[in-house]
């Protein structure tokens, strides 16, 4: 072999071996996420108020943000990114079939940009479409009533995870969480005997799912199967609930706080970190589900936070006693899911109820 030939080869070699660390380097990066800010640079930033109170947001593909009790206890209302605010839909006369009214507390917006709403109040499971016509996806499972639906969540194909939070205390732990799937419209249950379960969230490779047990003052994580079931349950994270209980665990940060705040809310960024809204607190905290590891903690302007969710590369929060929204300016690539990943239609299921003109 020639000097030429050699020397071509060497530089091939090295070539590739560049553009292998190169594109190793980046799916490194990309896994592990933008670094968190330092919290005394994040000025917290309002971004909507009227609210009654202020809870469950969601935001569609076209930045339109939609959230519950605007103005008054049963509405969604609807803020448009050029900052229009309004009532989009009224399920105040949507009353149940047992005289119960509408509460909506949490929503999502699914691939087909309908509304996919937990109505706490009357204990249903709801669709709403861009033509306002409401539909009942679930309001019994095996004959029972749901007690009080009140966190949603999507995974990547679309199908529905959301939770009862029940009659449920820390003596008596009712609580469950079920999976509505798009293809098939049947409800199935999947975990149950929860101590108040008030926020779920789906890592964006949709193989672990997170609990928010509110009363234990944790978060449980389970790995999700190939059929969409939980299994291999544990436990993330169990929040302490004194200055000295966290020292004595070393979890330590600058100018964090603790005390007996429930957890209330989960999101994920792209990165996988878990961010967890905190009543009472006035924080959300920032976990590492791989290890349960605390990464950060950023404050808000008030108390009770009752909602996480990102939109672009901003958290938005939602604050109970303020009637408000706001925003985190983190510049953290979130984790937004609306169930995109399956393109084939679903099933509309047979029994439900529809009402136009809400």
């Known amino acids: 072999m020639s000097i030429f030939c050699c020397k071509n080869l060497f530089f091939l070699i090295l070539l590739h071996s560049f553009l292998l660390t190169g594109i190793t380097s980046a799916a490194d990066e990309a896994k592990q996420g933008e670094p968190l800010p330092d919290p005394s640079k994040v000025q917290p930033a309002l971004v909507a108020t009227g609210f009654a109170p202020a809870e469950g947001l969601h935001f569609d593909k076209e930045g339109n943000l939609f959230a519950c009790n605007y103005r008054v206890v049963g509405t969604i209302g ?4 050029d900052g229009t605010a309004s009532v989009y839909s009224n399920l105040r006369s949507f009353r149940s079939r047992d005289g119960r009214q ?9 691939a087909s940009n309908r509304l996919i709403i937990a109505d706490a109040g009357a204990g249903r499971l709801l669709r709403l479409a861009e033509s306002n016509k409401l539909e009942i996806i679930s309001e019994r499972f095996l004959g029972a009533r749901y007690n009080s639906i009140t966190k949603l969540a999507l995974d990547p194909e679309g199908n529905v995870y959301f939770v009862d939070a029940g009659d449920s205390r820390t ?3 009712t609580g469950t969480i079920y999976r509505y799937n798009i293809m098939t419209g049947r409800i199935q249950l999947l975990a149950s005997g929860f101590s108040f379960p008030d926020g779920i969230a789906i890592a964006p490779d949709g193989k672990k799912i997170c609990i928010a047990e509110s009363n234990l003052f944790r978060v449980v994580v ?8 939980m299994v291999n349950r544990s436990v993330l994270v169990t ?11 070393k979890i330590e940060g600058k100018d964090w ?3 007996k705040f429930a957890p209330n809310d989960l999101a994920f960024d792209a990165a996988g970190r878990l ?3 905190m009543r009472g607190g006035g924080v959300v905290n920032v976990i590492e589900v791989s290890t349960g590891k605390w990464l950060q903690q950023y404050k808000t302007t008030g108390k009770n936070v009752t909602t996480c969710e990102f939109y672009d590369k901003q958290p938005y929060v939602t604050l109970e006693e303020k009637e408000a929204i706001f925003q985190l300016p983190l510049g953290v690539k979130g984790y937004h899911s609306n169930g995109s990943g399956r393109p084939t239609r679903p099933v509309i299921p047979r029994a439900r109820r529809i009402f136009s003109g809400l």
């Open 78 to 81: 609807k803020l448009t990114p």
């Open 102 to 110: 509408a509460r909506p507390a949490d929503l999502v917006v699914d």
């Open 171 to 173: 003596s008596n732990p």
């Open 222 to 229: 389970y790995d999700l199967d190939a059929n969409g079931q």
């Open 239 to 249: 929040f302490p609930l004194t200055d000295k209980e966290a020292k004595e665990r």
């Open 257 to 259: 706080v603790f005390g």
């Open 275 to 277: 961010y967890v809204a």
